[in-house]
Protein backbone atom coordinates (compact mmCIF):
# COMPACT_ATOMS: atom_id res chain seq x y z
CA UNK A 1 0.00 0.00 0.00
CA UNK A 2 1.19 3.85 -0.87
CA UNK A 3 2.10 5.54 2.54
CA UNK A 4 3.51 9.38 2.85
CA UNK A 5 5.55 9.75 6.04
CA UNK A 6 6.36 13.14 7.28
CA UNK A 7 8.87 13.05 10.35
CA UNK A 8 8.95 16.28 11.27
CA UNK A 9 5.55 17.48 13.45
CA UNK A 10 7.19 20.89 13.52
CA UNK A 11 9.66 23.13 12.21
CA UNK A 12 10.48 26.66 12.99
CA UNK A 13 11.78 29.48 10.83
CA UNK A 14 13.35 33.50 10.95
CA UNK A 15 12.30 35.33 8.95
CA UNK A 16 14.31 35.38 5.89
CA UNK A 17 15.78 32.73 6.11
CA UNK A 18 15.24 29.01 4.62
CA UNK A 19 14.10 25.81 5.38
CA UNK A 20 13.63 22.43 4.31
CA UNK A 21 10.57 19.79 5.27
CA UNK A 22 10.81 16.65 4.40
CA UNK A 23 8.57 13.92 3.27
CA UNK A 24 9.11 10.31 2.04
CA UNK A 25 6.69 7.77 0.40
CA UNK A 26 6.26 4.34 -0.64
CA UNK A 27 4.97 3.35 -3.96
CA UNK A 28 5.35 0.40 -6.61
CA UNK A 29 3.90 2.52 -9.40
CA UNK A 30 6.26 3.92 -12.04
CA UNK A 31 3.41 6.47 -13.17
CA UNK A 32 2.47 8.79 -9.89
CA UNK A 33 2.43 12.61 -8.73
CA UNK A 34 3.51 14.44 -5.67
CA UNK A 35 2.09 17.20 -4.11
CA UNK A 36 2.67 20.43 -1.14
CA UNK A 37 -0.22 21.36 0.38
CA UNK A 38 -0.48 24.54 2.75
CA UNK A 39 -2.88 24.81 4.96
CA UNK A 40 -3.64 28.25 7.20
CA UNK A 41 -5.79 28.66 10.36
CA UNK A 42 -8.05 29.90 8.17
CA UNK A 43 -8.36 25.83 7.28
CA UNK A 44 -8.55 25.95 3.14
CA UNK A 45 -5.85 23.82 1.60
CA UNK A 46 -3.99 25.50 -0.73
CA UNK A 47 -1.81 24.21 -3.34
CA UNK A 48 2.07 25.11 -3.21
CA UNK A 49 3.79 22.86 -5.74
CA UNK A 50 3.19 20.25 -7.93
CA UNK A 51 6.05 17.39 -9.50
CA UNK A 52 4.93 14.63 -11.82
CA UNK A 53 7.12 11.23 -11.49
CA UNK A 54 8.63 10.90 -15.15
CA UNK A 55 9.93 14.76 -14.92
CA UNK A 56 13.41 14.37 -13.49
CA UNK A 57 13.63 18.22 -13.39
CA UNK A 58 12.74 19.27 -9.55
CA UNK A 59 9.34 21.72 -9.82
CA UNK A 60 9.64 25.07 -8.56
CA UNK A 61 7.28 28.41 -7.86
CA UNK A 62 8.91 31.68 -6.86
CA UNK A 63 10.47 30.82 -3.47
CA UNK A 64 8.87 27.30 -3.29
CA UNK A 65 10.89 24.43 -4.77
CA UNK A 66 11.47 20.98 -4.31
CA UNK A 67 14.11 18.55 -4.02
CA UNK A 68 12.40 15.24 -5.78
CA UNK A 69 14.57 11.58 -5.20
CA UNK A 70 13.41 9.17 -7.07
CA UNK A 71 14.95 6.45 -6.14
CA UNK A 72 15.03 7.12 -2.71
CA UNK A 73 11.33 7.87 -3.24
CA UNK A 74 12.00 11.54 -1.33
CA UNK A 75 9.95 14.71 -1.90
CA UNK A 76 10.93 17.64 -0.01
CA UNK A 77 10.22 21.26 0.38
CA UNK A 78 12.40 24.27 0.75
CA UNK A 79 10.97 27.44 1.21
CA UNK A 80 13.42 30.69 0.72
CA UNK A 81 13.52 34.28 2.17
CA UNK A 82 10.61 32.53 4.51
CA UNK A 83 7.80 35.06 5.26
CA UNK A 84 5.19 35.56 8.15
CA UNK A 85 2.48 34.35 5.71
CA UNK A 86 4.23 31.01 5.10
CA UNK A 87 3.08 30.15 8.75
CA UNK A 88 0.98 26.69 8.53
CA UNK A 89 0.39 23.36 7.84
CA UNK A 90 2.23 21.72 5.70
CA UNK A 91 1.22 18.70 3.98
CA UNK A 92 2.85 16.30 1.49
CA UNK A 93 0.67 14.13 -0.63
CA UNK A 94 1.03 11.39 -3.06
CA UNK A 95 -1.94 10.20 -6.02
CA UNK A 96 -0.33 6.96 -8.46
CA UNK A 97 -1.54 4.00 -10.64
CA UNK A 98 -5.13 3.11 -11.58
CA UNK A 99 -6.94 4.92 -8.48
CA UNK A 100 -7.15 8.93 -7.85
CA UNK A 101 -6.73 8.93 -3.66
CA UNK A 102 -4.60 11.39 -3.03
CA UNK A 103 -3.01 10.14 0.39
CA UNK A 104 -1.59 12.76 3.15
CA UNK A 105 1.06 12.50 5.44
CA UNK A 106 0.57 13.62 8.63
CA UNK A 107 1.54 17.37 8.68
CA UNK A 108 4.18 19.95 9.73
CA UNK A 109 3.30 22.29 11.14
CA UNK A 110 6.04 25.61 10.42
CA UNK A 111 6.45 28.85 12.88
CA UNK A 112 7.99 31.56 11.11
CA UNK A 113 9.91 33.91 14.01
CA UNK A 114 9.85 37.52 13.06
CA UNK B 1 -11.01 29.41 -10.64
CA UNK B 2 -12.60 26.04 -9.40
CA UNK B 3 -14.51 26.81 -6.07
CA UNK B 4 -15.28 23.79 -3.86
CA UNK B 5 -18.13 25.15 -1.40
CA UNK B 6 -19.22 23.00 1.49
CA UNK B 7 -22.91 23.95 3.28
CA UNK B 8 -21.49 24.74 6.48
CA UNK B 9 -18.45 26.21 8.57
CA UNK B 10 -19.50 24.54 11.74
CA UNK B 11 -21.89 22.15 13.02
CA UNK B 12 -23.29 20.83 16.35
CA UNK B 13 -24.89 17.66 16.36
CA UNK B 14 -26.28 15.70 19.20
CA UNK B 15 -25.81 11.42 19.47
CA UNK B 16 -27.66 9.21 17.25
CA UNK B 17 -28.91 12.16 14.71
CA UNK B 18 -28.75 11.70 10.87
CA UNK B 19 -26.20 14.17 9.82
CA UNK B 20 -25.49 15.44 6.15
CA UNK B 21 -22.68 17.38 5.10
CA UNK B 22 -22.78 19.11 1.73
CA UNK B 23 -20.20 20.09 -1.10
CA UNK B 24 -20.83 21.22 -4.35
CA UNK B 25 -18.17 22.10 -6.99
CA UNK B 26 -18.54 24.56 -10.03
CA UNK B 27 -16.05 23.54 -12.76
CA UNK B 28 -17.53 19.82 -13.79
CA UNK B 29 -14.65 17.93 -12.15
CA UNK B 30 -15.04 14.31 -12.56
CA UNK B 31 -13.55 13.28 -9.16
CA UNK B 32 -14.57 14.04 -5.65
CA UNK B 33 -13.34 13.07 -2.28
CA UNK B 34 -14.43 13.49 1.51
CA UNK B 35 -11.59 13.44 4.26
CA UNK B 36 -11.20 13.53 7.47
CA UNK B 37 -8.66 15.37 9.30
CA UNK B 38 -7.23 14.93 12.86
CA UNK B 39 -4.67 16.14 14.88
CA UNK B 40 -1.68 14.18 14.33
CA UNK B 41 -3.54 12.05 11.74
CA UNK B 42 -3.57 13.83 9.06
CA UNK B 43 -6.71 13.59 6.19
CA UNK B 44 -7.98 9.87 5.88
CA UNK B 45 -9.83 9.98 3.03
CA UNK B 46 -13.33 8.10 4.04
CA UNK B 47 -14.66 7.70 0.57
CA UNK B 48 -14.81 9.23 -3.09
CA UNK B 49 -16.34 9.24 -6.42
CA UNK B 50 -15.64 9.26 -10.13
CA UNK B 51 -18.80 9.38 -11.51
CA UNK B 52 -22.30 10.07 -10.64
CA UNK B 53 -23.93 7.08 -8.57
CA UNK B 54 -20.27 5.91 -8.45
CA UNK B 55 -18.76 5.56 -5.37
CA UNK B 56 -16.03 3.51 -3.73
CA UNK B 57 -14.28 3.35 -0.03
CA UNK B 58 -11.22 4.82 1.47
CA UNK B 59 -9.48 3.75 4.24
CA UNK B 60 -11.75 4.74 6.88
CA UNK B 61 -16.00 4.29 5.47
CA UNK B 62 -17.24 3.09 9.00
CA UNK B 63 -20.18 5.01 10.15
CA UNK B 64 -20.32 7.14 6.93
CA UNK B 65 -22.10 6.75 3.24
CA UNK B 66 -22.25 9.16 0.18
CA UNK B 67 -24.62 10.37 -2.30
CA UNK B 68 -23.93 11.18 -5.38
CA UNK B 69 -26.83 12.34 -7.65
CA UNK B 70 -25.07 15.17 -9.68
CA UNK B 71 -21.81 15.64 -11.17
CA UNK B 72 -21.13 19.09 -9.13
CA UNK B 73 -22.71 17.54 -5.44
CA UNK B 74 -21.05 15.20 -3.15
CA UNK B 75 -22.84 14.38 0.20
CA UNK B 76 -21.49 12.51 2.81
CA UNK B 77 -23.61 11.02 5.72
CA UNK B 78 -22.86 10.16 9.47
CA UNK B 79 -26.19 7.73 9.37
CA UNK B 80 -25.73 8.08 13.86
CA UNK B 81 -23.41 10.49 14.88
CA UNK B 82 -21.55 9.28 16.97
CA UNK B 83 -18.71 11.31 19.68
CA UNK B 84 -15.76 9.89 18.31
CA UNK B 85 -17.18 11.44 14.81
CA UNK B 86 -16.48 14.27 16.13
CA UNK B 87 -13.67 16.05 13.48
CA UNK B 88 -12.88 18.37 10.56
CA UNK B 89 -14.95 17.48 7.14
CA UNK B 90 -12.77 18.46 3.98
CA UNK B 91 -14.45 17.97 0.66
CA UNK B 92 -12.46 17.94 -2.50
CA UNK B 93 -12.77 17.64 -6.32
CA UNK B 94 -10.42 17.15 -9.32
CA UNK B 95 -10.31 16.11 -13.06
CA UNK B 96 -9.49 12.70 -14.12
CA UNK B 97 -6.41 14.19 -14.95
CA UNK B 98 -4.82 14.46 -11.44
CA UNK B 99 -1.38 16.46 -12.47
CA UNK B 100 -3.69 19.62 -11.92
CA UNK B 101 -4.51 19.23 -8.51
CA UNK B 102 -6.97 18.42 -6.27
CA UNK B 103 -9.44 21.66 -4.83
CA UNK B 104 -10.52 21.19 -1.57
CA UNK B 105 -13.27 23.21 0.61
CA UNK B 106 -12.94 25.13 3.53
CA UNK B 107 -13.94 22.23 5.65
CA UNK B 108 -16.92 21.53 8.06
CA UNK B 109 -15.79 21.46 12.35
CA UNK B 110 -18.21 18.80 13.37
CA UNK B 111 -18.60 18.39 16.77
CA UNK B 112 -20.99 15.50 17.90
CA UNK B 113 -22.13 16.20 21.29
Known amino acids: AQTVTQSQPEMSVQEAETVTLSCTYD???????LFWYKQPPSRQMILVIR??????QNATENRFSVNFQKAAKSFSLKISDSQLGDAAMYFC???????????FGTGTLLAVQP | DVKVTQSSRYLVKRTGEKVFLECVQD?????MFWYRQDPGLGLRLIYF???????EKGDIPEGYSVSREKKERFSLILESASTNQTSMYLC????????????FGSGTRLTVV
Open chain 2, 49 to 55: SYDVKMK
Open chain 2, 27 to 31: MDHEN
Open chain 1, 51 to 56: QEAYKQ
Open chain 1, 93 to 103: AYTGGATNKLI
Open chain 2, 92 to 103: ASTLARRIYGYT
Open chain 1, 27 to 33: TSESDYY
